[in-house]
């Protein structure tokens, strides 16, 4: 029988070079539509995080809600978007940071998070890990504690686990 990893490899499309030349694209569209599959990916990411006594779920704009939001909901916890500057309404905190192709700029709502609650960033992928590191000083900067990170999938290569250094990061599908 297949693993989850090599069901979770199959199903993701790659697209090469977008948003632009060099960037193999994971299409994780041709994952979400298998509903079976995405829930054995949700349970997975549950499962690993059961035991950490978590109080939120920060996901990231707009993969991240996907993937976030279900397991947030399987964990009975709570969930945070950390979206994109201009969409949130209320008193809010932003940080900027680098892409793998691009600057881009990440907020949450200042009453999301209280001082001491435990996190877990969540995101469809981890590339060069700007994305996440953001997220987690959100919330640091708003007193959570982040207890780890979680992805459906990382690229190896743009070394995203040496910018999360000191965290835990799971992922469940690598690609080198
Ligand atoms: P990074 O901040 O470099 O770790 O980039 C992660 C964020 O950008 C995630 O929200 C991903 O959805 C998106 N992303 C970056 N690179 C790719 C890629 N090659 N394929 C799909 N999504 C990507």
């Given at each position: 029988m297949a693993t989850l990893e090599q069901d979770v490899k199959r199903a993701i499309r790659t697209i090469p070079d977008?948003?632009?030349?060099?960037i193999p694209f994971k299409d994780l569209t041709t994952l979400w539509k298998n509903g079976r599959l995405t829930r054995r990916v949700t349970d997975a990411l549950a499962k690993r995080w059961k035991?950490?006594?978590?109080?939120k779920i920060v996901g990231i704009e707009a993969r991240g809600f996907i993937v976030g939001a279900p397991v947030a909901d399987r964990l009975g916890i709570g969930f945070v978007p950390a979206r994109k500057?201009?969409?949130?309404?209320a008193a809010k905190v932003s940080v900027n940071y680098e892409l793998e192709y691009g600057r881009q700029g990440l907020e949450i709502h200042t009453d999301a998070i209280s001082k001491g609650e435990r996190v877990l960033v969540v995101d469809d992928l981890l590339a060069t890990g700007g994305t996440s590191k953001a997220a987690a000083t959100l919330t640091e900067r708003m007193?959570?504690?982040?207890?780890g990170f979680a992805f459906?999938?990382?690229?190896?290569?743009?070394?995203g686990r040496k910018k999360l250094a000191g965290y835990e990061v799971y992922s469940i599908a690598r690609y080198d």
């Open positions: 977008y948003p632009k030349k060099g035991g950490d006594k978590l109080d500057v201009g969409k949130l309404p007193g959570g504690k982040v207890v459906v999938t990382e690229l190896g290569r743009l070394k």
